[in-house]
């Protein structure tokens, strides 16, 4: 147990680290003001015109890099500061959210996988750290439970894995889209693409930690079995 907090530890540093520069990248490029001048909404109203998708829209949300993208209401969900900011970061934010939207349109393989596993994950994550707090506890007795912990753990680590791709192909289709479309200019490109560049690195760090935590809650199960 103590070597599984360990590298919680570890992970949860890495983490810390990752966050706050991105939020620093972040930060600095909302400054930058976008030489088109448009606003996180027009950039992603257009990119979505572009790449013909009609049937998404583009609302605001509460909160500080809250952006994602709806498949179940398709709609591009942009924080106040993209929505309405003119900068390269929100330039970046939204088309990278559009991204998701033109996966959706295009039924990008691991896009769908990862939308047919959110009710899985979502049951998982409510329960998963209880029954593996309980396995721990009882796996002398009762190593089944840790067992099943186990598997519960799995499915979010797989989603977490699932969800590189997504990202990363996400982002590689703002970029193209920003480039092609000229809504960035060569010199701002590079800096939306370094946004875009630490954004991803957050679901790395976590898919990492996932894994290397399942790894761990195997080791004590098997050698639990062995020792019996």
Request: aromatic fraction near 10%; include cysteine.
């Given at each position: 147990?103590?070597?599984?907090?360990?590298?919680?530890?570890?992970?949860?540093?890495?983490?810390?680290?990752?966050?706050?520069?991105?939020?620093?990248?972040?930060?600095?490029?909302?400054?930058?003001?976008?030489?088109?001048?448009?606003?996180?909404?027009?950039?992603?109203?257009?990119?979505?015109?572009?790449?013909?998708?009609?049937?998404?829209?583009?609302?605001?949300?509460?909160?500080?890099?809250?952006d994602?993208?709806?498949?179940?209401?398709k709609?591009?969900?942009?924080?106040?500061d993209?929505?309405?900011?003119?900068s390269?970061?929100?330039?970046?934010?939204?088309?990278?959210?559009?991204?998701?939207?033109?996966?959706?349109?295009?039924?990008?393989?691991?896009?769908?996988?990862?939308?047919?596993?959110?009710?899985?994950?979502?049951?998982?994550?409510?329960?998963?750290?209880?029954?593996?707090?309980?396995?721990?506890?009882?796996?002398?007795?009762f190593?089944?439970?840790?067992?099943?912990?186990?598997?519960?753990?799995?499915?979010?680590?797989?989603?977490?894995?699932?969800?590189?791709?997504?990202?990363?192909?996400?982002?590689?289709?703002?970029?193209?889209?920003?480039?092609?479309?000229?809504?960035?200019?060569?010199?701002?490109?590079?800096?939306?693409?370094?946004?875009?560049?630490?954004a991803?690195?957050?679901?790395?760090?976590?898919?990492?930690?996932?894994?290397?935590?399942?790894?761990?809650?195997?080791?004590?199960?098997?050698?639990?079995?062995?020792?019996?």
């Open positions: 147990m103590g070597s599984i907090f360990f590298i919680s530890l570890i992970f949860l540093g890495i983490s810390f680290l990752v966050s706050s520069t991105l939020k620093g990248k972040f930060s600095r490029y909302a400054q930058i003001p976008l030489a088109k001048g448009l606003s996180g909404k027009e950039v992603a109203e257009k990119m979505l015109r572009d790449n013909g998708i009609c049937d998404v829209k583009v609302i605001s949300v509460n909160g500080y890099l809250s994602h993208y709806d498949p179940f209401k709609t591009v969900n942009l924080s106040p993209v929505y309405e900011g003119r390269i970061a929100s330039a970046a934010v939204a088309a990278h959210e559009c991204g998701h939207a033109v996966q959706h349109a295009t039924a990008y393989t691991w896009l769908m996988l990862r939308s047919r596993l959110v009710p899985f994950v979502q049951f998982s994550s409510n329960i998963v750290q209880w029954v593996l707090l309980a396995g721990i506890i009882m796996i002398n007795v190593p089944t439970l840790l067992l099943g912990g186990i598997v519960l753990f799995a499915l979010t680590t797989i989603f977490s894995l699932i969800t590189l791709p997504v990202e990363f192909d996400a982002s590689n289709r703002a970029l193209a889209w920003l480039e092609r479309s000229n809504v960035t200019l060569p010199q701002e490109h590079d800096k939306a693409k370094d946004a875009l560049h630490w991803a690195l957050t679901y790395v760090v976590a898919a990492l930690a996932s894994v290397a935590t399942l790894l761990q809650y195997i080791i004590i199960y098997s050698g639990n079995r062995n020792r019996r």
